[in-house]
């Protein structure tokens, strides 16, 4: 198949989810099928395109949803459109998480701003398959609590047994009750000892930076941290170069790429 080739996607759905984000509900057709890591360029009409990660799960074949922070050109032309309007979408490319990796270990998710939304396909993955795991953290960080994502599924996850959750926010309110905070507060005190589990990370380049320095400072395997590199994109598959990160190239040897194989870049985090 042509690797540029795209489909027609209907928006079934836009959800609010805070001033600047929205998660539109696709129906791509024909489906598209992708693992939790791996990422899609859509096309907003007439603008240009950008990647985005899909935020649902992989097993969901119906539909597929993407989470959206409006930041420029692309992004705020997508915010633009309502539901029963098109879009071309194509992919999906790069690698996915190697989950089967994951099996009998804890899973520590760390999520900053909108970088939750590649990482909730990643949970909802895991999700499926709960008992395999020793236990699944989910920690996220946002700003305020008006820039929290997924407030409405947060109250279920917390539900779940095998689960874990923390969320901080860097500046409180009188509304918000859990901890104040940039994200790595949230890895103090963490419940289980580092060499029986992995940690996965997604967020702003500073959180990035941050939250891999706190996790070698805990104890964390160079191979066993794995981080979302979203680096600029455009053909996807790696014909361009643009997305190059010392050897490798985000868009076909990523995103998610772990510490031991971009540890010696002074611009990893740039
Ligand atoms: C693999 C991958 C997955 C991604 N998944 C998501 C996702 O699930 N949800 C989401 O909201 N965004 C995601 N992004 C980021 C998204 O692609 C950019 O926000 C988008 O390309 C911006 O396009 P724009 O035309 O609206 O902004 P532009 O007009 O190009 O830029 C506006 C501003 O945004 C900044 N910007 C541009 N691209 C990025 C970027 N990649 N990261 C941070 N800042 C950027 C620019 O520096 C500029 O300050 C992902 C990026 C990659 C590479
Ligand atoms: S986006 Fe073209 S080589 Fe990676």
Request: glycine share 8%; hydrophobic share 40%; proline share 6%.
């Amino acid at each position: 198949m042509n690797p540029y080739e795209s489909r027609q996607a209907n928006i079934k759905e836009v959800i609010v989810e805070t001033p600047t984000i929205r998660t539109f509900v696709l129906e791509p057709k024909p489906a598209l099928s992708f693992h939790a890591g791996q990422f899609i360029e859509l096309t907003a009409p007439g603008v240009g395109e950008a990647p985005f990660t899909p935020s649902s799960s992989p097993y969901e074949e119906e539909s597929l949803e993407v989470t959206i922070m409006k930041v420029g050109r692309v992004t705020s032309k997508l915010f633009d459109l309502r539901p029963g309007d098109t879009l071309a979408i194509r992919g999906p490319y790069g690698v996915p998480y190697d989950i089967d990796r994951y099996d009998g270990r804890h899973v520590l998710i760390v999520g900053g701003g909108v970088g939750l939304a590649p990482l909730r396909s990643l949970f909802l993955a895991l999700l499926h398959n709960v008992s395999a795991y020793k236990k699944i953290h989910l920690y996220y960080g946002a700003r305020t609590s008006r820039d929290v994502v997924y407030d409405r599924m947060f109250k279920e996850w917390d539900k779940i047994k095998n689960v874990e959750i923390r969320r901080s926010v860097d500046v409180g309110d009188k509304n918000w009750k859990e901890k104040v905070g940039v994200v790595t507060v949230l890895l103090d005190g963490l419940p289980f000892k580092p060499k029986d589990g992995l940690a996965v990370a997604c967020g702003p380049p500073i959180m990035m930076k941050f939250t891999t320095k706190r996790l070698l400072e805990l104890g964390f395997a160079d191979e066993d941290i794995y981080l979302s590199m979203e680096k600029n994109m455009s053909c996807g598959f790696g014909k361009c170069g643009h997305c190059r990160l010392g050897e490798l190239f985000c868009c076909k040897d990523g995103p998610v790429i772990t510490w031991d194989r971009i540890k010696h870049l002074e611009d990893a985090f740039v």
